[in-house]
């Protein structure tokens, strides 16, 4: 590798400074999403598990 191309090469803090403005895009487009009814898939088990333990809970009160 030639001197002038590692001066060339940009920093990874310049990549993650262009990639920032894309991920905050991303996010806003899937808080746009969870409106209409479309959740992650974090979010979707953390919603399931939540039902489960409603379920189990009403099974422990009857």
Do not use: C, W
């Not at 479309?38 to 333990?53: A, G, N, T």
């Amino acid at each position: 590798m030639k001197d002038r191309d590692l001066k060339t090469t940009p920093k990874k803090s310049d990549f993650a400074r262009q990639r920032l403005p894309q991920r905050i895009e991303e996010t806003n487009n899937m808080i746009r999403m969870e409106h209409h009814g479309v959740y992650s898939q974090s979010e979707y088990l953390v919603l399931s598990l939540k039902e489960d333990q409603r379920q189990k809970i009403s099974n422990d009160n009857k």
